[in-house]
């Protein structure tokens, strides 16, 4: 079973900057898929960024595209999400996500495996 465990999350500044760090316990396989999605009060979660390890390639929403970076520590077993310029309209719980290379990656059943989240604030 492969568990996902997100930190890194807190209280920010307009426009300051977090890196949010997704731990990775099991086994992934050769190729799959590493996606960061976000749930603020009241609304749906949506899709944030992926990362497929088939050829280092990466996405991201319109809304953090230029500000947020994704990217996989093989060594670590660890993903990242670096967020700069961060919004207040940003805050929410972020959530790890983890699955198999497909065209679903910026959907949430595109995945298999979650984390439980971790809150960033966003003040403004």
């Known amino acids: 079973q492969v568990q996902l465990v997100e930190s890194g999350g807190g209280l920010v500044q307009a426009g300051g900057s977090l890196r949010l760090s997704c731990a990775v316990s099991g086994r992934l396989g050769r190729y799959f898929v590493m996606g960061w999605f976000r749930r603020a009060p009241g609304k749906e979660r949506e899709f944030v960024s992926a990362?497929?390890?088939?050829?280092?390639?990466?996405g991201y929403s319109e809304s953090v595209k230029g500000r947020f970076a994704i990217s996989w520590d093989n060594a670590k077993n660890t993903a990242y999400l670096q967020m700069n310029s961060l919004k207040p309209e940003d805050t929410a719980v972020y959530y790890c996500?983890?699955?198999?290379?497909?065209?679903?990656?910026?959907?949430?059943?595109?995945?298999?495996?979650w984390g439980q989240g971790t809150q960033v604030t966003v003040s403004s």
């Open positions: 996500a983890s699955g198999l290379p497909s065209s679903l990656i910026t959907t949430a059943r595109g995945y298999s495996s």
């Open positions: 990362f497929r390890s088939n050829d280092g390639g990466t």
